[in-house]
């Protein structure tokens, strides 16, 4: 199976500034089944990009994500209180669909 | 406004059983891939099943096959996880969710505990 592997563990930032997250594959994945996702504690998972890049439906431009083959960044400009919590990138390429151990996003 | 709303957790021994539901709502799921995703107490996510919108086709993890069953109603716009022989490491939060690419849809989840 596809491993994912983030980075860092954890994030340590304040309000306003910008967040990069990320996300390399044990073997490439497709450079449109790369996705994801945020959680706060006590909450379900959220989609945020799909397609490595494509935003889903509410999700501001101030989030994005990139990349191809292995490697896969996701950008958040300006943090928002609301941003802390805990990202995961998931690929949905190659079953079985594998995730990350997540990045933690401490504001 | 699209909801999934699962039920059916709860504690249970070792070598038990549990079924697990999820109704959904403001989505006719009849032509989708539904999924059961699971997170372990303050561990990451971990998908354990998906079954295509006809039902006639499953997919398990490894983790759980042979133990659990997917299954679907359609005409209920409902997903079950039927989880038999159920092992202390089965312990977690079980969510269902659309798998449209990725998985676009959650519910807020069931909790399973296995203990003795």
């Known amino acids: 199976e596809i491993v994912l592997t983030q980075s860092p563990g954890t994030l340590s930032l304040s309000p306003g500034e910008g967040a990069t997250l990320f996300c390399r594959a044990s073997?490439?994945?497709?450079?449109?089944?790369l996705a994801w996702y945020h959680q706060k504690p006590g909450q379900a998972p959220r989609l945020l990009i799909s397609g490595a890049s494509n935003r889903a439906a509410g999700i501001p431009d101030r989030i994005s994500g990139s990349g191809s083959g292995t490697d896969f960044t996701l950008t958040i400009s300006r943090l928002e209180p609301e941003d802390f919590g805990v990202y995961y990138c998931?690929?949905?390429?190659?079953?079985?669909?594998?995730f990350g151990q997540g990045t933690n996003v401490e504001i | 406004q699209v909801q999934l709303v699962e039920s059916g957790g709860g504690l249970v021994k070792p070598g038990g059983s549990l079924r697990l539901s999820c109704s959904v709502s403001?989505?006719?799921?009849?032509?989708?891939?539904m999924s059961w995703i699971r997170q372990a107490p303050g561990k990451g996510l971990e998908w354990i099943s998906h079954?295509?919108?006809?039902?006639?086709?499953?997919f398990y993890a490894d983790s759980v096959k042979g133990r659990f069953t997917i299954s679907r109603d359609n005409a209920k716009n409902s997903l079950f996880l039927q989880m038999n022989s159920l092992k202390v490491e089965d312990t977690a939060k079980y969510y269902c969710a659309r798998l449209y690419g990725a998985f676009d849809f959650w519910g807020q989840g069931t909790l399973v505990a296995v203990s003795s």
């Open positions: 073997q490439s994945v497709g450079s449109d089944s």
């Open positions: 403001g989505l006719n799921i009849s032509t989708y891939y």
């Open positions: 998931q690929q949905f390429g190659t079953p079985p669909r594998t």
């Open positions: 079954i295509t919108g006809s039902g006639r086709t499953v």
